[in-house]
């Protein structure tokens, strides 16, 4: 059973330009978190969804960034316009139920030039 | 709202030694718990989880964790540690009873394990 697979691993943008990550569960789970990892901050939760809905945004920033995890296909992870300060490791999680353990992906570390 | 502590920041210890890392969390609501360990530029690993029954929990590597209800707390520890256990550590919690299980992390600690 593969784990929580994200791309790509390593993402490079320049300020002004949209940065997009990809998160595919495991197998059977349908929830699924994104956290963001900046240096010196820990971990922060950003946003839980389920297929088609999302469920708890409360950590997500209020412009620029947004997320989905259509019917079909991976959970997406969007932020427009990126700045420096978005320069992190993102990390997605998945379970099969809404609470519980979850397991995550190796991330995805985006550096802003 | 929920908040997680770990005490330290970073523990040298050697190797074949014992070791405990703390972790105390506050909330007005029954959590679940939970450690993880992360290896450099790495995603992270459950170790070990608390959800319900014997507050004594054994994980992988040989670690295990206690829940203490009334120290609000969940010590994480290893018998005896190997040069392979160096890695940053942290304690979670998510509430029991919410539409969200979302995860509160403490701020990590850094466990070097020396020859």
């Known amino acids: 059973n593969a784990g929580v697979m994200q791309n790509p691993r390593h993402l490079v943008r320049r300020r002004g330009q949209e940065a997009r990550l990809r998160c595919s569960p495991m197998?059977?789970?349908?929830?699924v978190y994104w956290y963001r990892q900046l240096p010196e901050e820990g971990l922060k939760f950003m946003v839980y969804?389920?297929?088609?809905?999302?469920?708890?945004e409360s950590g997500m920033p209020k412009e620029r960034f947004s997320a989905e995890f259509p019917k079909e296909g991976p959970s997406i992870l969007r932020i427009q316009q990126v700045v420096r300060g978005d320069s992190a490791a993102y990390f997605c999680?998945?379970?099969?139920?809404?609470?519980?353990?979850?397991?995550f992906g190796p991330g995805t570390r985006l550096t802003v030039t | 709202a929920q908040s997680v502590t770990q005490l330290d920041s970073q523990v040298p210890v050697f190797e074949e030694a014992p070791v405990e890392l703390r972790c105390n969390y506050s909330s007005s609501v029954s959590v679940y718990l939970f450690w993880y360990v992360q290896y450099p530029n790495q995603g992270l690993q459950l170790l070990l989880k608390y959800l319900s029954g014997s507050t004594l929990v054994k994980g992988i590597n040989g670690f295990e964790a206690e829940f203490n209800k009334s120290q609000t707390s969940f010590h994480l520890r290893k018998p005896s540690v190997h040069i392979s256990d160096t890695a940053e550590y942290f304690c979670?919690?998510?509430?029991?009873?919410?539409?969200?299980?979302?995860?509160?992390f403490g701020q990590g600690t850094t466990l070097q394990v020396k020859p």
């Open positions: 979670a919690v998510s509430r029991t009873s919410s539409n969200t299980g979302k995860l509160i």
């Open positions: 197998k059977g789970h349908s929830h």
């Open positions: 969804l389920q297929k088609e809905n999302i469920i708890d």
């Open positions: 999680a998945s379970s099969p139920q809404g609470v519980g353990e979850q397991y």
